[in-house]
C-alpha cells in the first residue's frame, strides 16, 4: 500500500478553512474497536476496479448505492454525476448544491467519526486523502468497506475525480462528460493585475501556489504575488505584503459578514488597503474546487476588472 | 557597568529589528519607507514592551509564590485569556480590538478566580493556592475553549487556535500607544514592592518583623503582574518562556535584589522578545514563524543549562 | 514605669481551630539596658509570645503594649523601626553577602522609592561592628560557621535600629564557645546600648547567667516569673520534667541535671 507519509497539501473545503484538517488530530482508536464488534463484514468481489490517488486499487462488485462522502467537493461532484441519490452521507461542510443539506450528516470529517459512518451503512466512503483519512481508510476496508482516498488541489485532479466516481457509482458517460467541461476551463487573458489573497487577517495568512484558489486566479487572468509559496497558504509578515505590493487584496466574506477584512492600523502600510482595493469573494464555489469552475472564474474575473 | 550592558543590548536589539525584515529597504528610504514607519518600528516597540511586561511579571509571581518554576501563564492567565478570545471570535465580535480585550476580560476574570481560590482562609493570600488555582482554573479555562471550539466551527476553530499560539503581527502604533500608556501603572507597583520581595525570600515572619504587610504584598503583586500579563496577551496572544527564563537569566547577572532585578527583567525580556520577533520575521521569509517558538527554541537550552548550574 | 519598653499583662491566646489556650495569664515587662529571658521547654509557647507580643496573633484576653501604645496601633513599619526580631526560623534562600544581609535590617526606614543613604550605611556599620563582623562584611553568607551566622542576624536586626531586640532560641545548634558568645553579645547590646533585649531559650543556665530576670513558662502559663532566683529546684523539675539540683555560681543559680537512679535522684 503506498502512503506518503509526508504531504503538505492540505484540502481547502472552506473559503477561509484553510488547513483546519491539519490542526484537529482527535484520535477514535477506541471507537473504531467498538464499531469492529457491533458491524458485519462483507467480502469484496470482481467488478468495476479503480486506482485512487494514494495508489490503492479499490474493486467494487456493482456500482456504489449509498456513498458517504467526507469531502464537500466530493459532495458537490457527486450531485454534478447524478449520483446524488446514492449519498448517504456528507460533512457538516457540504452545504452545495442545496438538495445536499438533506442528506444526513455523519460529521465535520476532519477526523472521521467512523460510528456515524457506520450507521448509514455505506457501500463506498469517499476520503480527501490526507495521512489522517488514511488511518480511517485502513480500518474501515478492516469493516468490508469500500474507502476511496481523492485529492481535489487541482481541477485536473477533480476531472480525474469525476472519471474514477462516474464509474465506481455506474455514470461513467457523465463522469466523462463533467471531466470534459471541467478540463475545458479556459484561461482567461492576462490583465496585469497582481493580488494577494488574503486567507486571515491575524496572523497574515495568504493562500500561496499549492492551492486551488491561486489555480482560480491564474485561470482568471490575475497574478498571485505569493504563487511563489509552495503550500496551500502560509503566515506571512505584514511586510512582506507591503513588499510584494499586490495591486488588490482578495478576501473572503463568511456567511454574510465581512470578517476577514482588514483592519487595523498596521494594514495601511499596504497600498492595495490604503487605496481600498479589496475584492471580496462570496460563496463556496470560489473556496473549492467545483464543476462550477468555469462560473467561478467567470465571476471572479468580472470581481477584478470592476475593481472594489 | 552590567546595567549599561543591558541597556545597550536592548538598544542594539531594537536597532536591528527596525534595521532587518523579510524585505530590503534601502537606506536612502529608510525614514520614509512605510514599511519601516508603520510596520517595523512600532512592531519592534510593541515586541519589547510585551517582554518586557512578561519577565517583569514573571520576576515578581516567582517571587510572590517563592517558586522558581513559576510563569505569567502558569498562573491560569493563559487559558482565561484563550477562552475569551475564543467566545468574541466564535461570537463573530467585529473590530480589531474586539479579541484583544475579549482576551483581557479572560485573563482578569481568571486572575479573580485564582485569586479568590488563593485566599486560603479569610484574607491570607496562600501561595501554593496561587499555583493549584492557576493550574485548575487553566485546566478548566481550557476545557471550555476545547468545548467552544468543537461546536464552532473550523473557521472559528484554526482562527482561535492561530491566535492562541501568539505573535505580535498585528503590532500597530495604537496598540504600541495603549500598551504604553497602560504598563506604567502595574509596573510601578511592582517596582515599590521590591523591597518588601526581598524580604519575603526571608519567609513571611521575618518579612513581617522587617516591617512587611505580606498579606497586602502578595496581592498587590499578584494583580499588578496580573494585569502585567493580561495586557501581553491581549495584544500578542501567549507566548511562553519570557516570563519564565527572563528573571533566570537576570538574577544570575544582577543578583536577587528585586530593585535592580526587576527593571532588568524588563529590559532583558523586551530584548530577548525583539530578537525573537526578529528571528520570527526573517528566518523563513517570506513565511513567519510564531514567535513562540522562537522563544521556547532559544529559552529551553538556556532554561537546561540554569538548571544544570543549580544542581550542580 | 521608667524606660518601659514591652509589656504583656494578663495575656491570653488560642489558635484557631484549637480548644485550649496556647497561652494563658502572661505578664511581661522588657525594660531599657535589661534582658529578660523567657524560658521554658519545647512547646511551652514561647515563640507564641513573641507573635503576640509583637502583633502578629491577637491576643484573646490581656494587653500587649509598646511604648505605651496598644500593640493593634503599630503598623509594621514602625514596629519593624522599634524591635528587631531575630526569628527562630528563616529561610536562606540565594547566596549574599553579610554586608547586604545586614542592609536588609535598612528596609524598614527606606521608602519604595529612596535609595541608601551615608546614614543608612553608617548603620549598617555600625551593626556589623557590634556584632563583631566587620572583618566578615565581604564574605558569602554561605561560607560562614553557624555562629557567625547568626551574629548576622543580630547585625541585621540591629541595623533596624531597635529599641528593643528579640532573639528566639538564638543559640540552637550552637557550641558551647558560640553560645557563650552570644549571650555576651545580648549582654552587652543591653549594657552598653540600653537595648531591651528579650531572649527566649530553653538554657536555663545561660538565662540565669545572663537575664535580669526570668519568666519560665509551662504549656502556655506563667510558672515563675522574677529574678534568676526564681529558678528554683521545684520550678525546673515541674517545668522540665527532669529531677536536677541547683548550685549556686556567683550568685546565681545553675541547674545541674541528675542521672536517673545515681546522684540521690
Excluded at chain 1, 477514535?28 to 486506482?51: D, E, F, H, I, W
Excluded at chain 3, 525594660?31 to 524560658?39: I, P
Amino acid at each position: 500500500m503506498a502512503l506518503r507519509a509526508t504531504r503538505r497539501r492540505l484540502p481547502i473545503s472552506a473559503p477561509t478553512g484553510v488547513g483546519i484538517f491539519a490542526l484537529r488530530r482527535l484520535a477514535y482508536t477506541n471507537l473504531a474497536a467498538c464499531v469492529a464488534l457491533c458491524a458485519g463484514t462483507r467480502a469484496p468481489a470482481q467488478g468495476l476496479g479503480v486506482t485512487d490517488d494514494a495508489g490503492r486499487s479499490v474493486r467494487l462488485a456493482a456500482p456504489a448505492q449509498r456513498v458517504v462522502s467526507l469531502s464537500p467537493a466530493i459532495t458537490e461532484l457527486l450531485f454534478a454525476l447524478g449520483a446524488g441519490v446514492q449519498v448517504v452521507g456528507r460533512t457538516t461542510w457540504c452545504d452545495y448544491p442545496p438538495a445536499a443539506r438533506a442528506v444526513p450528516n455523519v460529521g465535520d470529517g476532519l477526523s472521521p467519526n467512523l460510528e456515524s459512518i457506520l450507521a448509514r451503512h455505506p457501500d463506498l466512503v469517499v476520503l480527501y486523502d490526507s495521512p489522517t483519512n488514511m488511518v480511517a481508510t485502513t480500518r474501515l476496508n478492516g469493516l468490508g468497506i469500500a474507502a476511496l482516498l481523492l485529492r481535489q488541489d487541482r481541477l485536473v485532479e477533480l476531472a480525474r475525480d469525476a472519471r474514477i466516481l462516474g464509474r465506481l457509482t455506474g455514470h461513467a458517460d457523465r463522469g466523462d462528460s463533467v471531466a470534459a467541461a471541467i478540463s475545458s476551463v479556459r484561461q482567461a487573458p492576462a490583465l496585469g493585475l497582481r493580488i494577494a489573497i488574503l486567507a486571515w487577517q491575524n496572523p497574515p495568512t495568504v493562500i500561496g501556489g499549492a492551492s486551488y484558489l491561486d489555480e482560480l486566479a491564474a485561470l482568471a487572468g490575475a497574478e498571485n504575488v505569493f504563487h511563489d509559496l509552495a503550500s496551500p497558504a502560509a503566515v506571512v509578515s505584514l511586510e512582506t505584503i507591503a513588499a510584494r505590493d499586490p495591486d488588490a487584496l482578495v478576501v473572503f466574506a463568511d456567511s454574510g459578514g465581512a470578517g476577514t477584512r482588514p483592519e487595523g492600523l498596521a494594514w495601511q502600510a499596504i497600498r492595495a488597503v490604503r487605496s481600498g482595493r479589496i475584492i471580496v469573494l462570496v460563496g463556496s464555489r470560489f473556496g473549492r474546487p467545483s464543476p462550477r469552475a468555469g462560473e467561478a472564474v467567470v465571476e471572479f474575473r468580472r470581481l477584478l476588472e470592476a475593481g472594489p | 557597568m552590567k546595567r549599561a550592558g543591558l541597556l545597550l543590548a536592548a538598544l542594539a536589539a531594537l536597532i536591528l529589528a527596525v534595521a532587518i525584515g523579510p524585505t530590503h529597504v534601502p537606506w536612502s528610504e529608510f525614514a520614509s519607507s512605510p514599511i519601516v514607519r508603520t510596520l517595523r518600528v512600532p512592531r519592534a516597540l510593541l515586541a519589547f514592551l510585551v517582554g518586557g511586561a512578561l519577565g517583569t511579571a514573571g520576576a515578581a509571581l516567582q517571587a510572590v509564590v517563592r517558586n522558581p518554576l513559576a510563569d505569567p501563564f502558569l498562573l491560569g492567565l493563559s487559558g482565561g485569556a484563550g477562552l475569551g478570545a475564543v467566545l468574541a471570535i466564535a461570537a463573530g465580535l467585529p473590530g480589531a480590538w474586539a479579541t484583544p480585550l475579549a482576551a483581557f476580560a479572560g485573563a482578569l476574570a481568571a486572575m479573580a478566580l485564582v485569586y479568590r481560590i488563593a485566599l486560603a482562609q479569610g484574607s491570607e493570600l496562600d501561595p501554593r493556592g496561587l499555583i493549584l488555582g492557576g493550574v485548575a482554573v487553566g485546566a478548566f479555562a481550557g476545557a471550555l475553549t476545547t468545548a467552544v471550539v468543537s461546536l464552532a466551527d473550523a473557521v472559528a476553530l484554526r482562527n482561535a487556535l492561530l491566535w492562541l499560539w501568539g505573535g505580535l503581527s498585528g503590532a500597530s502604533w495604537d496598540a504600541v500607544v495603549v500598551v504604553a500608556v497602560y504598563l506604567p501603572i502595574p509596573l510601578a507597583v511592582l517596582f515599590a514592592a521590591a523591597r518588601p520581595l526581598d524580604l519575603l525570600a526571608l519567609g513571611e515572619e521575618p518579612a513581617r518583623y522587617l516591617g512587611t504587610d505580606v498579606g497586602a504584598l502578595r496581592r498587590r503583586v499578584y494583580v499588578a503582574a496580573s494585569l502585567l500579563t493580561a495586557v501581553a496577551v491581549a495584544v500578542s496572544g501567549v507566548i511562553g518562556f519570557v516570563g519564565l527564563i527572563v528573571p533566570h537569566g537576570v538574577r544570575a547577572l544582577f543578583g536577587h535584589r528585586h530593585r535592580a532585578l526587576l527593571p532588568a527583567a524588563f529590559v532583558g525580556g523586551g530584548t530577548l522578545l525583539t530578537l525573537a520577533d526578529t528571528v520570527a520575521r526573517v528566518v523563513v521569509a517570506p513565511r513567519e514563524l510564531p514567535v513562540g517558538i522562537v522563544t521556547a527554541l532559544v529559552g529551553v537550552p538556556l532554561f537546561a543549562l540554569l538548571v544544570r548550574r543549580w544542581t550542580a | 514605669m521608667d524606660g518601659l519598653i514591652l509589656e504583656l499583662s494578663g495575656v491570653a491566646f488560642r489558635y484557631p481551630g484549637t480548644a485550649a489556650d496556647a497561652l494563658s495569664g502572661v505578664t511581661l515587662a522588657v525594660r531599657r539596658g535589661e534582658v529578660q529571658g523567657v524560658l521554658g521547654p519545647n512547646g511551652s509557647g514561647k515563640t507564641t509570645l513573641v507573635r503576640v507580643a509583637l502583633g502578629a496573633h491577637a491576643a484573646r484576653e490581656g494587653t500587649a503594649m509598646l511604648l505605651g501604645k496598644p500593640i493593634a496601633a503599630w503598623s509594621l513599619g514602625e514596629l519593624a523601626r522599634t524591635v528587631g526580631v531575630v526569628p527562630q526560623r528563616e529561610d536562606f534562600v540565594f547566596p549574599q553577602r553579610v554586608r547586604d544581609t545586614v542592609a536588609l535590617g535598612r528596609y524598614p526606614h527606606l521608602s519604595a522609592w529612596r535609595a541608601a543613604r551615608d546614614a543608612d550605611r553608617q548603620a549598617i556599620s555600625r551593626a556589623l561592628e557590634r556584632c563583631d563582623l566587620s572583618a566578615l562584611a565581604d564574605r558569602w553568607v554561605s561560607t560562614l560557621s553557624g555562629g557567625e551566622y547568626q551574629r548576622v542576624r543580630i547585625a541585621r536586626a540591629l541595623a533596624q535600629e531597635p529599641q528593643l531586640l528579640v532573639l528566639d532560641e538564638p543559640t540552637a545548634s550552637l557550641d558551647l564557645r558560640h553560645e557563650m558568645e552570644l549571650f555576651e553579645l545580648a549582654r552587652s547590646l543591653a549594657d552598653e546600648h540600653a537595648l531591651g533585649v528579650l531572649v527566649i531559650t530553653h538554657h536555663v543556665n545561660l538565662a540565669a547567667r545572663y537575664a535580669d530576670r526570668v519568666l519560665v513558662l509551662s504549656r502556655g502559663r506563667p510558672v515563675a516569673a522574677g529574678p534568676p532566683d526564681v529558678l528554683t529546684r521545684a520550678v525546673i523539675e515541674e517545668v522540665f520534667a527532669w529531677p536536677v539540683q541547683i548550685e549556686l555560681f556567683e550568685g546565681r543559680p545553675q541547674a545541674i541535671p541528675l542521672r536517673r537512679g545515681k546522684d540521690g535522684a
